[in-house]
């Protein structure tokens, strides 16, 4: 008598437990489901994405601090330094001319080039 209700309980409960988990799985499978799934994911991605595109700006900005360290890029230029250069480097130096060399030309054209104008 104990061993069939000891096998009964174990059957109902393992009926319930089976129940249980397919209504779980059939519920992650419905479309609303696996739209909420796919969302996560991608955040999920443009989170990993972002992460690794600021690691590789932080390690570029690092590495170009130290090329420019040992090639002597970050030192300040010394004083003197506008009158070493040649003459059309120091006007390009020093920023553009107040008059203009050469003079603008307007072109105007006679017809449209709208496509949809001529329909």
Do not use: C, Y
């Not at 393992?14 to 996560?40: C, F």
């Not at 004083?79 to 003459?87: C, F, H």
């Amino acid at each position: 008598m104990f061993r069939r209700t000891f096998w009964f309980t174990a059957g109902a409960a393992a009926g319930v437990w089976a129940t249980t988990k397919v209504n779980r799985k059939l519920k992650e499978l419905t479309p609303e489901s696996l739209a909420a799934q796919a969302a996560d994911k991608a955040v999920a991605a443009g989170h990993r994405l972002k992460d690794f595109a600021l690691d590789v700006r932080g390690t570029m900005i690092q590495r170009e601090a130290e090329l420019g360290a040992a090639l002597g890029l970050d030192a300040p230029p010394p004083p003197d330094d506008e009158q070493r250069l040649p003459a059309p480097r120091r006007r390009a130096a020093l920023g553009p001319r107040t008059t203009p060399d050469t003079t603008t030309t307007v072109i105007k054209h006679s017809r449209s080039f709208n496509r949809n104008e001529d329909h």
